[in-house]
């Protein structure tokens, strides 16, 4: 009854429209925070990513929860495709450090492709003007392990080097998410290529 009750309210969340209070033209929030990268800690900082190119910066609720699981796998397996386009992909979190080791180097997962942030305390999300629910305990994700923590609305910014949101995309299944996303970046691609 719990699981169901839980799904349920994850799927409210990520269900809901791309409510951010930030829009296409806005400055994208700078943030340095931990992350992991195919298992291993590090400070990831956007600043210092967006030197190299786009970056589609996923906001996503929990690691090892159902759509999560599929948004992840996803942008691993379009992974060339992103990089095709010039864009680096991150994912962000309130997740802790420890299950987004493990998470980031999961090969059904994010395959040790992309780095995901750890946003513990939800500041990275609130920054970028996100909805944070606190869906309370008891909660375990799809490995049968509680879900500590509250969960952000799943929305995907993508932010060019001048730092500047070029797109925003929310309110779609994981699948359709990183799909919008990967148009996005080729459609930058492209006009960028012929500027």
């Given at each position: 009854m719990k699981r169901m009750m839980f799904a349920a309210l994850?799927?409210?969340?990520?269900?809901?429209?791309?409510?951010?209070?930030?829009?296409?033209?806005?400055?994208?929030?700078?943030?340095?925070?931990?992350?992991?990268?195919?298992?291993?800690a590090l400070t990831y900082s956007l600043k210092d990513a967006l030197k190299k190119g786009p970056v589609v910066v996923y906001f996503?609720?929990?690691?090892?929860?159902g759509g999560c699981n599929i948004q992840a796998h996803t942008f691993a397996a379009n992974h060339e495709k992103f990089v095709a386009a010039g864009a680096t992909v991150v994912g962000v979190s309130l997740d802790s450090i420890t299950r987004l080791n493990t998470f980031s180097a999961d090969p059904d997962y994010c395959a040790g492709k992309f780095p995901v942030v750890a946003d513990a305390d939800g500041k990275i999300a609130k920054s970028y003007d996100l909805k944070i629910q606190d869906i309370g305990g008891g909660h375990k994700d799809t490995r049968g392990i509680e879900i500590d923590h509250a969960v952000t609305e799943r929305t995907t910014f993508l932010v060019t080097p001048n730092g500047k949101i070029s797109s925003i995309v929310g309110g779609l299944s994981p699948e359709a998410n990183v799909?919008?996303?990967?148009?996005?970046?080729?459609?930058?691609s492209v006009k960028t290529s012929k500027s």
């Open positions: 994850l799927a409210s969340v990520i269900a809901l429209p791309a409510s951010a209070a930030l829009k296409e033209g806005d400055t994208a929030p700078a943030f340095q925070a931990q992350a992991s990268f195919a298992g291993k996503y609720p929990s690691a090892y929860t799909e919008k996303a990967l148009e996005a970046v080729q459609h930058l």
